[in-house]
Structures are given as C-alpha cells and as structure tokens.
Nanobody, 116 residues
Framework: QVQLVESGGGLVQPGGSLRLSCTAS????????MYWYRQAPGKERELVAV????????NYADSVKGRFTISRDNAKNTMYLQMNSLKLEDTAVYLC?????????WGQGTQVTVSS
C-alpha cells in the first residue's frame, strides 16, 4: 500500500522556522522525483520545491527561494522541507508528491499557519 505521510506543520510566528517531513512507503522512494506543493484557502495549488531522485538537484518557486530548503534521505524514505523566515503568505496546507513517469502519489498534507 502506497503512503506519503507529511508531518511537522503547525503554528509559527512571522520570521520563525519549521521543518516538514514526508515519509514514504509502498514504493521505491529512491526512484522518484519528489515535490512539495502548497495550497492556501481559495487559491490554486502551488509548486514550492522539487528534488531529483538522487537528491543531486533541486528547484524552488521564486516566492520561497533563499528561505526554504528541500532535501531527502533515501535510506530513510523521507523528504524534508526546511522553512525559514516564514511569512504570513506562507500559510497553507503543504503536500508532498512523488512522480516517476506515469506513477504519481500524493500525501494528505500538513497545515502550516504563520500568524502573530
């Protein structure tokens, strides 16, 4: 059974930090490119960051570049998103996504709320 389980969300003040995790099971994690998306109420789902299957390359949305860092540990079947200097507009549900050709999986998401 394929599962992607996000964790690490919560309430944080502007300027604060959070580290999200996405733990995978039921498929060969190390063969998949991995993505973090986010979706705020009333807005479309937005790509935040992507990392290659071996972790050797990554890309970020302009809105998070320099503040967020995506990483993965294939030995632990886990992907991370380190979020620093959080802003009010970072408030959203953050979802992880696995993609390999025609195969694609989504997690349920974890809520991140940035509020003073």
């Amino acid at each position: 059974q394929v599962q992607l389980v996000e964790s690490g969300g919560g309430l944080v003040q502007p300027g604060g930090s959070l580290r999200l995790s996405c733990t995978a099971s039921g498929f060969t994690f190390s063969s998949y490119s991995m993505y973090w998306y986010r979706q705020a109420p009333g807005k479309e789902r937005e790509l935040v960051a992507v990392i290659s299957s071996d972790g050797g390359s990554s890309n970020y949305a302009d809105s998070v570049k320099g503040r967020f860092t995506i990483s993965r540990d294939n030995a632990k079947n886990t992907m991370y998103l380190q979020m620093n200097s959080l802003k009010l507009e970072d408030t959203a549900v953050y979802l992880c996504h696995a993609l390999r050709g025609f195969y694609k999986y989504w997690g349920q998401g974890t809520q991140v709320t940035v509020s003073s």
